[in-house]
């Protein structure tokens, strides 16, 4: 009987998630696992929920290995990598995950630039950081994949600080894609929709969820898993020539051409 995980080809690849500590990190985290991957994961302030994220990984067969920091913070970045690199031996692939998304509805005109400058840090200057990381350090046919949102197909009005952000990691994505591709290493994007996570928890509710809902053609809102998926598939030997796409996960929401 053949074994999913050996179709996947995942099994020893070594797997470094950042914002891994929850939400749909997690489920990367651990859909990885099971599929055979050696999995880390860095967070920045949510020691408890790394610590009980690296016991289930652990016993499902994993190494577990967890680190924290400031992704904005280029010597950091180095760091977790240099970290990664020594407990695994290298780096095969890496899930960009981390990020905000300011849950108050501030539209631009009202929108001040500490709010705009903090988002783009975080989401885009961060993520640069641990790309540029990435480009430097992934083996020969590895994986780089970066979790954006639908946001930065469509925009979102009083979130425009999000959306940007996300936009230009599409653009980001889709060149390195070229940069990284005669080294065999694949680029790509997941664009969620709604999911539900802690992130989102505070605004998917009542007459909001319900028209998130009516807005999405398959009826639900996303769990974390929904996302996952398609990561791993990404990360799998299955996703071996697909490079500089964005890969929406949204339930039917959004249907770029």
Known sequence: MIDPADILGLRGRRVLVTGGSRGVGRA????????GAEVGVAYRSRGQDAED??????QLGGRGWSHSGDLR???????LFDVFE?????????????GVWPADH????????????????INLDG????????????????RLIVVTSTAAQRGEAGH?????????????????????GVRGITVNAVAPGWVDTEMTESVLVGE??????????????????????????????????????????NGGSVRPG
Request: glycine share 10%; with cysteine; proline share 4%.
């Open 28 to 35: 990367v985290a651990l859909v990885l696992t099971r599929a």
């Open 53 to 58: 994220l690296v016991a289930r990984v652990r």
């Open 73 to 79: 913070d280029p010597e950091v970045v180095a760091r």
């Open 86 to 98: 020594a407990e695994y031996g290298g780096v095969d692939v890496v899930v960009g995950n981390h």
């Open 106 to 121: 501030v539209p631009l005109a009202r929108m001040e630039l500490d709010q705009w400058r903090r988002t783009l840090e």
């Open 127 to 142: 993520m640069f950081l641990v790309c540029r990381e990435a480009a430097r350090r992934l083996t020969a046919g590895g």
């Open 160 to 180: 425009g600080d999000y959306a940007a952000s996300k936009g230009a990691l599409n653009s980001l994505v889709k060149g390195l894609a070229e940069e990284l």
């Open 208 to 249: 909001r969820r319900a028209r998130a809902i009516g807005e999405i053609p398959l009826g639900r809102i996303a769990r974390p898993e929904d996302v996952a998926g398609p990561v791993v598939f990404l990360a799998s030997e299955l996703g071996r020539h697909v490079t500089g796409e964005i890969l929406n996960v």
